[in-house]
């Protein structure tokens, strides 16, 4: 017998809209208790499109929901010792509460010591070896945007993870290694039983078969199609990808690193994109601001 699956959308340009309004009442209450507002900055390197356009929602978001935001725009040209100075700046800066530098840096530039040089403290984007620590070991810490952005769905979706097998794609610093933690981990969501697929595993739809919850973040346009997941599956596409497109203004179309309308089918709940995890990760980034601005008050 044919069986239909009827899918969820995990909206999350809705949930991120959602705790932004969260987000905006907690200023009305700091300012109405003469507490300081919360303050992101970000440095900004060279001219990447994308690295603009992210940079570009983080600020907008922030002066949506009252926070202040700052942004410091360096040339590509600008040196490791230049960028060093304004980290240092920012670390000493007692009227700022978190800041990022926004990834990819220009070759020259050594992006793990960049990325050390921020005060674990202010480093909201959570990719500091200290923070990405704690965040293994439960210690109060920022968990990295893009994993936090996808817990908050699973948690406000109310999916059942206990005892799922998930299965998560990429093992990416930034991703797909915090989300192997954060899955396995003794609390809701989590209490999963993880495997971790990568460039490098064999088979891999013996593992995705198998998945009650499969997180992909690969960065290769529709990789996961229908014939690699079972009915029910929960799904969580990280991937974004310009496809060329002349039938598009822009010439292109954003792609997911899952087939959507094949994997949809089958799932129960799925992520679309764009609008699904994107929006999550600048929401999470300013509740991380909002967390070291109470921290430090
Ligand atoms: N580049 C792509 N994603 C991110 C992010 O979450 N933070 C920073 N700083 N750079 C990025």
């Known amino acids: 017998m044919e069986s239909e699956t009827t899918y969820q959308l995990l909206d999350g340009k809705q949930t991120s809209a959602d705790i932004k309004a969260e ?12 507490g300081s507002i919360p303050h992101l900055a970000a440095i900004l390197v060279g001219d990447d499109g994308a690295s603009h356009t992210y940079v570009n929602a983080k600020v907008k978001a922030c002066e949506l929901i009252g926070f202040k935001s700052s942004l410091y725009r360096f040339d590509a040209s600008v040196t490791e010792e230049e960028l060093l100075k304004k980290i240092e700046e920012l670390n000493n800066d007692p009227d700022l509460h978190g800041f990022i530098v926004q990834l990819p840096l220009p070759d020259h530039i050594d992006e793990q010591k960049i990325i050390e040089a921020v005060a674990p403290e202010k480093d909201v984007d959570g990719f500091h070896p200290e923070n990405i ?65 990568h460039s490098r595993t064999a088979n891999i739809k013996d593992f995705t078969l198998d998945a009650d919850i499969i997180i992909v973040a690969l960065g290769s346009a529709e990789f996961l199609t229908g014939d690699m ?30 087939k ?36 430090g008050s």
């Open 229 to 258: 997941v079972k009915e029910g599956v929960v799904v969580i596409d990280v991937g974004i990808t310009r496809v060329e497109d002349n039938s598009k203004k822009s010439g292109y179309r954003l792609v997911g690193d899952v």
């Open 23 to 34: 987000l905006a009442v907690e200023v009305e209450k700091i300012k109405a208790a003469g």
């Open 133 to 197: 620590g704690k965040m293994a070991l439960d210690l109060p810490t920022f968990v990295s945007a893009t994993p936090y952005g996808i817990m908050q769905l699973l948690e406000r979706y109310k999916i059942d993870t206990v005892g799922k097998h998930c299965v998560i794609i990429g093992r990416s610093h930034i991703v797909g290694l915090p989300m192997s933690i954060l899955m396995g981990k003794k609390k809701n969501p989590g209490n999963c039983t993880v495997t971790l697929c």
């Open 260 to 295: 959507f309308d094949e994997v949809a089918a089958k799932s129960s709940y799925i992520t679309p994109v764009p609008g699904g995890v994107g929006p999550m990760t600048i929401a999470s980034l300013l509740m991380n601001t909002l967390t070291a601005a109470k921290r």
